[in-house]
């Protein structure tokens, strides 16, 4: 028998509102063991769940992502498996700061939903049931910290959320699943680029808490004001820039004097900011990771060092 860890935080997963309705339900309402209860049995699994808050994945923190890279790292000598039960929300923050973070090769599989449990055909069971599957197989070993959701399995490193709606919200666009599952079968055809889990220099065990970033959205005639003041508040600065990586030059005239780190990442989901493509070489290129995604590797890299050149090495790594 294999022994999976559920880790519940909540999301519309396990959110209840008037019945039949997909709108105004309140997320994190129902404890994980009555979620997990409804489901039918593994045969080669046994279920066990931590509940590690119960809140709609927008007030999701980093003491909180803490918490659960330290529980998984505690307790993967003695699990087979972990399940993480998430809202869609920032779903892929999450997914991406374990899986720069866990130190385990095994099964790390994220999963939600998009309908609550009180609707109709609402997707959290089978997403869960799937999830489980997932991390009681060794088809997922050393392929990092994936998501399961509608029948995929994709990459913490690529997965986004495209729709505010469909059941099918969770993607990785261009860069694709890792595989399908149905039932007990599981079909890999990709692996994730990049350092990821046992291979990663990030080490939260000793961290309370991550050092600040702050994300600026460039929009045409967006205030450049902003930039003093995300200076002001924070160790690091994103920038979701427009096509390939690209502002105003009120914009360039005020990252040219900053002298903590700026990473460039695009407000286009899909695509690299390149190194060739940077306005002003002191900054950083995020490559294709969203700016939400960006700001995690940022947190982390700032945990570590304030060397920009360190910290550029990392977002080419990573
Ligand atoms: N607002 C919800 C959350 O992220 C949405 C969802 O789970 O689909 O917690």
Not at 75 to 99: C, I, K, S
Not at 116 to 121: D, G, K, L, Q, R
Not at 278 to 286: G, K, S
Not at 295 to 310: E, S
């Amino acid at each position: 028998m294999k022994r999976i860890i559920i880790l519940a935080t909540g999301g519309t997963i396990a959110g209840i509102g008037e019945p039949g309705k997909t709108t105004g339900y309140v997320p994190g309402s129902l404890d994980a063991s009555e979620i997990v209860g409804g489901l039918p049995g593994l045969k080669d699994a046994s279920v066990e769940t931590i509940q590690i808050c119960n809140i709609n994945s927008d007030d999701i923190t980093a003491p909180i992502w803490i918490r659960m890279a330290r529980v998984i790292n505690e307790m993967a000598a003695d699990a087979d498996g972990f399940v993480v039960m998430h809202g869609t929300d920032t779903m892929e923050e999450t997914a991406y700061f374990l899986h720069l973070t866990v130190k385990t090769d095994k099964p790390v599989v994220l999963t939600g939903a998009m309908k609550p449990a009180s609707s109709i055909s609402a997707d959290g069971p089978g997403n869960l049931y799937q999830a489980l599957r997932a991390a009681a197989s060794d088809c997922l070993k050393g392929l990092g910290v994936t998501v399961v959701f509608s029948g995929r399995i994709y990459s913490a490193r690529y997965v986004t959320k495209k729709s505010t709606y469909d059941n099918g919200a969770i993607d990785a666009g261009e860069m694709g699943a890792l595989g399908i599952i149905r039932d007990e079968e599981i079909l890999i055809y990709n692996r994730p680029a990049g350092r990821h889990t046992i291979e990663t220099d990030f080490d939260v065990s000793g961290a309370g808490d991550l050092p600040k970033v702050f994300i600026s959205y460039f929009y045409a005639e967006s205030d450049a004001g902003i930039l003093a003041y995300a200076a002001a508040k924070s160790e690091g600065i994103v920038i979701a820039g427009a096509g390939a990586g690209e502002y105003s030059m009120a914009f360039k005239q005020v990252i040219e004097r900053l002298d903590i780190p700026v990473v460039i990442s695009s407000r286009i989901n899909f695509g690299p900011v390149t190194k060739g493509s940077l306005l002003l070489p002191d900054t950083i290129a995020a490559g294709n990771l969203t700016p939400q995604k960006a700001a995690v590797l940022l947190r982390l890299a700032l945990m570590t060092t304030k060397d920009k050149a360190k910290i550029r090495e990392y977002f080419e790594e990573y």
